[in-house]
């Protein structure tokens, strides 16, 4: 880099940002944060380095969900209030909330529904289904099941979460360490009380909590009196602990600023001086691979300047997009002028007068400090602007309250794993794609389509007579919907059972014949759909099926059905199996497919998705690892309409 001490006195922000991101580029800053493990317990805010993943399910026994009495649900076939029936001290154990199920109980019935007859006999007057006010193995996360994704912050339900499966240890992104040297013979500090010419140095408190507060670890060194060699001794001293050193003060061109000078001589100064307001005299500069940056003094021009200039470093550092501020339209009280060739900053502030959001500046002036800390809001007006009238509609970015625009894609229908890689992968890096997805069967999707709730559907519905997924179903609900149909993958579905095959279960006739517990998915999901052609085809009658009512919402909840020994076996996906080490006997082929209204294709989220879908070698890698699928029309446009 050029070792040249530079003065532009009107560069635009614009070339300014440019130039200093190809600084960083070249010094590899981006995505440079290093990452450590450490115990869940002191995670609280921090940023997972890696997808962390259930150890083992919550809960990891079958629990009672209330107090009363556990019981066998086929003792009380016949109970009503007609004819009553009784249990006898073996036929059932009280229990309260939250105790294991005692092994063979198979339902719970509420205290407020038993009558006592006597010490060890109880009467009851209603009938019990299987498993009712029990919570199974696996209920609320099933192991293996992705927790958090890459790049989210922890919070109070995420170490919840993470130690209720048994995860003690998360690896988590260093924040960048910054150090903030105040300038200036005249700085004294808090608590004395300044003589005339002193001033009180509080602006590294300011700029070291906003830094905090954006995610970075921050300090105030001790001021620096307005001595050039102090000064280089000072900032050598800082770029060789530091990710990022930030400088107050000196910025300018008077006789007692020296910065500019002392980083030209220590490493390259690419920018001196931005044509903003306020904010002009800041120093960008690059010394020992570490960002030094050369604020303005007066705490507005600091603060304002820091913003536009080390915030996003910030997040870059730890690979992850920058939170997208908060605006809102709001009519201005009265004019704002600017002087063209700058842009401009303006403070707001801002109140409901009728049915309009007013604005009003609330002060201009590069050192007042209560402009910010009364302001809502900020109003930019671009260098070629010569200001706004009264009355004009603008965007004001909001202070007060900084709300974080997320930006989630929303999925809602048949549950499959690949739609956890999915999550992760779009959280990565600047994407930032949060997927929230809610699993409630190829049926409830179409239907979720239907009504405007999501942006895109997985369904696997397979139409019998044409032997086609999903188009026939599409035909039919969703008639007047602009759609693509976008495969996601093949995928083996069969009978997931316990390792090693104890019951020698070759399909479902072994099933009916030696009456194994069986467990089902829900109405409207295209597994149940595939079960039920599948038994038709074998001439069986679900009533043969032991445990056909039993029913689960994912493919992960049939495993961990299979896994803690509560059924024999259950309809699911080969990579359902193989996350919980059981055993597989194929069933068919299917292909899944996803449903995505025209109307979101522009969306950057969709778009997103579609790239990792369609390009991403990593998606490919990972679905790899899980067992059982085949990409080869994955992101292949099946159906339009």
């Not at 006739?509 to 038994?535: E, H, I, M, P, W």
Request: net charge negative; hydrophobic share 40%.
């Amino acid at each position: 880099m050029s070792q040249k001490n530079i003065y532009v006195k009107n560069m635009p922000l614009d070339r300014a940002k440019e130039k200093w991101n190809t600084a960083l580029q070249e010094i590899n800053f981006f995505n440079s944060a290093p990452c450590a493990k450490i115990t869940v317990e002191e995670a609280l805010g921090r940023i997972t380095g890696a997808p962390v993943f259930a150890a083992h399910s919550s809960p990891a026994h079958n629990a009672a969900a209330m107090d009363g009495i556990a019981v066998h649900f086929a003792d009380l076939a016949s109970a009503s209030e007609a004819a009553p029936v009784r249990l006898t001290e073996k036929q059932f154990i009280p229990v309260n909330t939250g105790n294991n199920l005692p092994q063979n109980f198979d339902a719970v019935v509420m205290i407020e529904d038993v009558h006592y007859l006597n010490e060890n006999e109880v009467e009851l007057s209603s009938p019990a289904t299987p498993w009712q006010h029990i919570r199974t193995i696996g209920e609320d996360i099933v192991a293996t099941e992705l927790i958090l994704p890459v790049g989210h912050k922890i919070r109070p339900i995420d170490q919840g979460a993470m130690l209720a499966t048994g995860v003690t240890q998360v690896l988590v992104k260093e924040p960048p360490q910054i150090t903030i040297i105040p300038t200036g013979s005249e700085l004294i500090q808090p608590g004395t009380t300044p003589a005339p010419g002193q001033i009180i140095e509080f602006n590294s408190r300011i700029l070291a909590g906003y830094l905090n507060e954006w995610g970075a670890v921050a300090k105030g060194a001790p001021p620096v009196s307005d001595d050039k060699e102090k000064l280089r001794a000072s900032i050598s001293d800082a770029v060789q602990s530091n990710d990022i050193v930030i400088i107050n003060a000196g910025a300018s061109a008077g006789t007692r600023d020296f910065t500019s000078t002392v980083l030209a001589e220590l490493g390259s100064v690419l920018v001196h001086g931005v044509a903003i307001k306020p904010g002009k005299p800041v120093i960008l500069a690059i010394v020992e691979n570490t960002p030094v940056i050369g604020l303005p003094g007066y705490p507005v021009s600091a603060i304002l300047t820091m913003r536009l200039f080390v915030h996003e470093m910030i997040f870059s550092f730890m690979d992850m997009q920058k939170p997208v501020t908060a605006t809102t339209k709001a009519r201005m009280s009265r004019p704002v002028h600017s002087s063209m060739g700058q842009d401009e900053f303006v403070r707001i502030t801002l109140g409901q007068v009728g049915e309009e959001l007013m604005a009003t500046p609330a002060g201009k002036g590069a050192g007042a400090v209560m402009s910010l800390v009364r302001g809502d809001g900020i109003l930019t007006l671009p260098a070629g602007s010569e200001g706004v009238g009264a009355g004009e509609e603008v965007a004001i970015e909001l202070l007060r309250p900084l709300t974080e625009v997320q930006s989630t894609l929303v999925a809602i229908g048949s549950h499959d794993n690949i739609i956890d890689v999915l999550a992760n992968l779009l959280h990565k890096g600047s994407q930032a794609v949060r997927l929230s997805s809610a699993h409630v069967g190829s049926m409830g999707g179409i239907m979720a389509i239907k009504r405007g709730e999501t942006h895109f559907a997985g369904s696997h519905l397979l139409d019998e007579e044409t032997g086609e997924y999903n188009i026939s179903f599409i035909k039919r609900f969703l008639t007047n919907i602009p759609l693509q149909l976008v495969n996601l993958c093949h995928r083996q579905q069969g009978l997931i059972v316990a390792k090693g095959n104890p019951h020698g279960i070759k399909g479902f006739q072994d099933v009916a014949d030696n009456s194994l517990s069986f467990v089902n998915r829900q109405n409207g999901a295209g597994t149940r759909l595939l079960t039920d052609k599948t038994l038709r085809d074998m001439n069986l009658s679900p009533a043969a099926i032991n445990g056909y009512e039993h029913e689960e919402y994912t493919h992960m909840g049939v495993a961990a059905s299979i896994a803690n020994g509560s059924m024999d076996c259950g309809m699911g996906i080969l990579a359902a199996a193989y996350a919980l080490n059981l055993d597989f006997v194929p069933v068919a082929e299917e292909r899944y497919d996803l449903i995505i209204p025209k109307e979101f294709l522009e969306d950057d989220k969709i778009a997103a998705l579609l790239n990792l879908i369609c390009n991403s070698q990593e998606f490919k890698e990972l679905v790899s690892t899980l067992g059982g699928y085949d990409l080869r029309d994955s992101g292949k446009v099946m159906y339009e309409q």
